[in-house]
T-cell receptor
Framework: AQSVSQHNHHVILSEAASLELGCNYS??????LFWYVQYPGQHLQLLLK??????LVKGIKGFEAEFIKSKFSFNLRKPSVQWSDTAEYFC????????????FGQGTTLQVKP | DGGITQSPKYLFRKEGQNVTLSCEQN?????MYWYRQDPGQGLRLIYY???????QKGDIAEGYSVSREKKESFPLTVTSAQKNPTAFYLC?????????????FGEGSRLTVL
């Protein structure tokens, strides 16, 4: 069965620290990859996505993610976090030949201390 | 403004009662989805619909039912057969069912069974 695993459930950082959130998926075929973010009190929104091409993708607010096919990973990074990055982050995967199913990871809560 | 409207935002019900959660979108999207969000488990797909008058079960469909009589509307009924219905329910839509684009989420409905 397809699955998505996020390694860190709760991350606490100080402002200006670098961020890397791990995401690994289990699926043997071609996939589309996503990171979604849920800021406190707001609805889920897309942070960035990868379909094909350059494995390093850039999203909103200075976030980027790198797809490493051999490791089945799609880790999210940001060089310097801000207090406003405090949120819950979800990695998600869909098979490229999908039937409409998007599979989410368990989520990582990021707390940035000012 | 275009978007997804879920109602009610908070709902309480007694055990043994069915309850229906509303989801309406004015984005002219073909596909709509229902997810359940529980702490530490991320989002799990309940049902999805890629076109009017058609829908498919997700990973945790037992105890739930849906209908898709109109493009704009995708109501979810939580039946008394659902063993653990207390949760946060998210409705989403996308332009197509192929996940080549992003999901747009509503603000969610929190159901508590007393």
């Amino acid at each position: 069965a397809q699955s998505v695993s996020q390694h860190n459930h709760h991350v606490i950082l100080s402002e200006a620290a670098s961020l890397e959130l791990g995401c690994n998926y289990s699926y043997g075929g071609t996939v589309n990859l996503f990171w979604y973010v849920q800021y406190p009190g707001q609805h889920l929104q897309l942070l960035l996505k990868y379909f094909s091409g350059d494995p390093l993708v850039k999203g909103i607010k200075g976030f980027e993610a790198e797809f490493i096919k051999s490791k089945f990973s799609f880790n999210l990074r940001k060089p310097s976090v801000q207090w406003s990055d405090t949120a819950e982050y979800f990695c998600a995967v869909s098979p490229s030949s999908n039937t409409g199913k998007l599979i989410f990871g368990q989520g990582t809560t990021l707390q940035v201390k000012p | 403004d275009g978007g997804i409207t879920q109602s009610p935002k908070y709902l309480f019900r007694k055990e043994g009662q069915n309850v229906t959660l509303s989801c309406e979108q004015n984005l002219n999207h073909d596909a709509m989805y229902w997810y359940r969000q529980d702490p530490g488990q991320g989002l799990r797909l309940i049902y999805y619909s890629q076109i009017v008058n058609d829908f498919q079960k997700g990973d945790i469909a037992e105890g739930y039912s849906v209908s898709r009589e109109k493009k704009e509307s995708f109501p979810l009924t939580v039946t008394s057969a659902q063993k653990n219905p207390t949760a946060f329910y998210l409705c989403a839509s996308s332009k197509t069912g192929g996940h080549t684009g992003e999901l747009f989420f509503g603000e969610g409905s929190r159901l508590t069974v007393l």
